[in-house]
């Protein structure tokens, strides 16, 4: 795993800015990707991954969630660590 991927909805989304926050701040390297302006970015999080709020954070095709999510964040962190 090298870096993460978060999508989210720009500045303005609280959950987005705390999202990448906590992701600095743990050393988890990652590349934004606002879906208001990438509609193909929009079209993956929605129709192919199901998601319908963000942020939405890619590790792989099979680990991904939506939402401000610590747990899932300490747990990327352990591994990132390891």
């Not at 978060?6 to 879906?35: A, H, N, R």
């Not at 747990?71 to 390891?82: E, G, L, M, V, W």
Request: with cysteine; glycine share 6%; proline share 6%.
């Amino acid at each position: 795993m090298d870096k993460l991927t978060v999508y989210t909805t720009g500045p303005s989304c609280g959950k987005c800015s705390m999202t990448k926050m906590m992701l600095k701040g743990k050393g988890i390297p990652f590349v934004e990707v606002d879906i208001t302006q990438n509609p193909a970015a929009h079209e993956y999080v929605t129709e192919e991954l199901g998601y319908s709020m963000a942020p939405v954070v890619v590790v792989d095709d099979d680990d991904h969630w939506c939402d401000m999510r610590p747990d899932q964040i300490d747990r990327i962190a352990a591994k990132f660590a390891a």
